[in-house]
């Protein structure tokens, strides 16, 4: 076999165990709650401590690739990937997974960042479209396979093992890379923007830091005030550096044409709505409907196989109507599909959930690969790696804070709501009483069954109940809220998202294929 399918498949690999590590890691969040009697905050960070530090690193990998080589970031992207696997593996508390989970991140930074410039090396004419047509196949097959995969490992041999299984992989990706995997550079590469990294990466966390922490800090507390000032200023910063910057890690020249703001504004609407909500449908699936890692895995395929389905569909009319279409379309889709989630009650059974996962799934698969065309069609061919990234990262900084900001309405509602039907139904008291004056955090992490145990039959009822109603009235909340973000974007992509934006005469780029964005595809 000739080097460059080497390459394809390396590359393929890697990305595909790096899908899988966020796509399987959502299944497993309860398990990993009992566990490691990890907090609400605690379950946050498994799945933001990965997105902010693959956001933060994700421009800057690039360009140290451009200087030092793509094969050498893309290897030492690997190792990291895979030693900090075996790390989460080996967790024996939640801030142990947390910075592990941070360190994969930034090794899955290394490896995205030049996943594509290295398949782009190795293939030329029509064999180029060939190859980046099978690694969108298989980056899209992850994503719908991931639920499911993530359930059986889990429910097999424990939530350990989704992570465990990354070593061998990585080994073999390894092996490939090493050996068959030719390295190149830019020989126009200037340096690193170092001061872009370190004010970009610190306001992100000091933003979903203070977004995770507010309700239990309070949010006009000097702590939670100072770090949402303090991550404002350094944002102002990092833009003021970029604009002085000869080559900046974030060229903001791209935002002059409205429709690479507009994509831009899209990766972060789908990713902080349908996305951020993926957390809190797997919560509601187990912790309140009692189903375990597989059986909630199983019930995500509508959404999953749709957005894989849909997507090839999607791509072949991104070259004959116009993308604001499709991209506003599916933003609508998405927004109608979180508002059918919000007719969710106490004694609702999960198929409630099929419309909006369905309606969810369309709206995926429709957005995701003209998205990722649009974001290099509207720039230059030199820029068109910087604006993948940029979008890419958008859609990284959409989980996280979007996860953060629709955790901290989740966590104050599931409470508010779970006490008043308690005070509804006399068992108050009992209940605060065996809890240990700990009621609000035991139900802000979802541990009520700490609790149940030492009920009465009665008390334990109404508990149960009082918790449903709690957290129902709750996900309808922040369903709402994740639909509003998802319907302006919508709107904003008819209108920013305009055809005489693109580059060469107006035609559109056709996306590679169903997972023509890795991580974009990404569920939750």
């Not at 910057?245 to 349908?274: C, H, K, N, T, Y």
């Not at 998202?497 to 780029?509: H, K, M, T």
Request: some cysteine; aromatic content about 10%; proline content about 4%.
């Amino acid at each position: 076999m000739e080097r460059k399918w080497w390459t394809l498949i390396a590359v393929s690999v890697a990305i595909f165990m790096l899908l899988l590590d966020i796509t399987v890691v959502n299944v497993a969040l309860p398990d990993i709650q009992r566990s490691l009697h990890s907090s609400f905050s605690d379950l946050q960070w498994v799945v933001n401590a990965y997105a902010l530090t693959l956001a933060a690193f994700l421009l800057t990998s690039g360009s140290v690739a451009d200087l030092v080589g793509r094969k050498r970031v893309f290897l030492a992207g690997l190792f990291v990937f895979t030693g900090a696997s075996a790390v989460c593996g080996l967790s024996t508390s939640p801030l142990m997974l947390n910075i592990a989970r941070a360190v994969q991140g930034t090794g899955g930074a290394m490896m995205f960042a030049t996943s594509l410039a290295l398949i782009g090396q190795a293939f030329h004419g029509k064999e180029r479209g060939t190859a980046f047509g099978v690694f969108g196949a298989v980056t899209g097959a992850a994503v719908a396979v991931g639920p499911v995969l993530g359930g059986l490992i889990t429910s097999a041999f424990g939530w350990k093992w989704i992570f465990f299984v990354n070593v061998p992989i990585g080994a073999i990706a390894v092996f490939i890379a090493v050996t068959q995997v030719e390295d190149s550079r830019d020989p126009d590469a200037t340096g690193v923007d170092w001061a872009g990294l370190v004010t970009f990466s610190t306001s992100l966390f000091l933003l979903v830091y203070a977004l995770v922490q507010g309700n239990e800090k309070g949010w006009g507390s000097t702590e939670i005030v100072t770090l949402l000032i303090v991550s404002l200023g350094l944002m102002v910063a990092f833009v003021i550096l970029e604009h002085l910057q000869s080559r900046p890690m974030l060229d903001l020249a791209l935002f002059r044409r409205p429709a690479f703001g507009g994509a831009s504004i899209v990766a972060f609407a789908l990713s902080s709505s349908f996305f951020a909500m993926f957390l809190y449908m797997t919560l509601y699936l187990q912790d309140v409907l009692g189903y375990g890692p597989l059986q909630a895995g199983l019930r995500f395929l509508p959404t999953t196989l749709l957005a894989f389905l849909v997507a090839p569909f999607s791509g072949k009319l991104s070259v004959r109507v116009p993308v604001r279409l499709l991209l506003g379309s599916g933003l609508l889709f998405v927004g109608i599909g979180l508002v059918a989630l919000t007719v969710i009650e106490a004694d609702s059974t999960w198929t409630v959930l099929v419309p909006g996962f369905v309606l969810g799934g369309i709206g995926i698969g429709l957005v995701n690969p003209p998205l990722a065309s649009t974001a290099i069609g509207v720039v230059p061919a030199e820029r068109s790696g910087m604006a993948s990234g940029i979008n890419s990262t958008f859609r990284q900084v959409g989980i996280a804070t979007g996860i953060a900001g629709l955790g901290a309405v989740f966590q104050h509602s599931v409470t508010h709501g779970t006490t008043a039907s308690l005070l509804a139904s006399g068992q108050a008291r009992e209940i605060a009483s065996a809890a240990h004056g700990q009621l609000g955090t035991l139900l802000e992490s979802g541990e009520v069954t700490q609790i149940a145990h030492s009920l009465a039959p009665t008390a334990r009822a109404a508990l149960d109940h009082a918790y449903r109603v709690g957290f129902t009235g709750a996900f309808d909340t922040i369903s709402l809220i994740a639909a509003v973000i998802a319907l302006v974007g919508s709107v904003l992509a008819f209108v920013l998202v305009r055809s005489r934006d693109f580059v060469s005469a107006g035609e559109l780029p056709a996306a590679a294929g169903p997972g023509a964005e890795p991580v974009a595809s990404a569920v939750g």
